[in-house]
């Protein structure tokens, strides 16, 4: 049997492609490195709408119980959805360490947001206009309701995880607020560390806002110590 593997988890209406650099990153280091594609994810809108967020979380259960075949050791890492989704799986024993990357539990940074749309319109540069168009375009009322469900049913998880947890956040993340990154500490404890970056953005992955080598920096500490 193998020893650890480090299975990354993405976000909600999202796919591979949001924390690819993560994994790169993580295999450049010589770790043995997974990503899993939540049911429903990676296609239309269309796909995801047929499924729920029970379908979400077994698409890691199903995964996390073939790597316990296989590997003694797994450290979950979940971006965005993916982290509050990592917290399911903390009581399993081959669970050793989580990592949540700018997990949600208040969503929607207004304050960001307003910034940048009244950025847009100064320099009419549009990208980020079109990015929240976009954003908004992605899913439907029903997997809204999804993913809400998501959220409630972890955050009643947190007083139950044991296990060392490294908690990432950026300031400048329109899609979470920071104080969410203080939530999930506070709610899990001693057993959690968090820490807080200036600038940045939610999509830190694919998106060089001058911290994301440091995030990744900070995960290979954490998962060395």
Known sequence: MKDTVYLIIHGFAGGLH?????????????????????SGHGGTKKDLRKTAYTDWIYSV????????????????????????????????????KLVLVNAPIYFWNMKIILRDVLNSLKHRRFEKMRFYQKAAMRSSLKTNIDFLNVLSKSKKLLRNVKKPSLILQCV???????KS???????????????????????IFLEDSGVRDDI????????NA
């Open 18 to 38: 949001e924390t690819e650099y993560l994994t790169e990153f993580l295999r450049s280091e010589g770790l043995d490195v997974r990503a899993v594609l939540l």
């Open 172 to 178: 400048d993340d329109e899609s979470v607020r920071p």
């Open 216 to 223: 990744c920096r900070d995960i290979m500490r954490f998962i």
């Open 181 to 203: 990154a203080r939530y999930i500490h506070a709610g899990i404890g001693e057993s959690a560390e968090c820490k807080v970056y200036e600038g940045g953005c939610h999509l």
């Open 61 to 96: 259960e199903n995964t996390v119980e073939e790597l316990a075949n296989e590997f003694r050791h797994i450290v979950l890492l979940g971006f965005s959805m993916g982290g509050l989704i990592c917290l399911h799986f903390a009581g399993m024993p081959e669970v050793q």
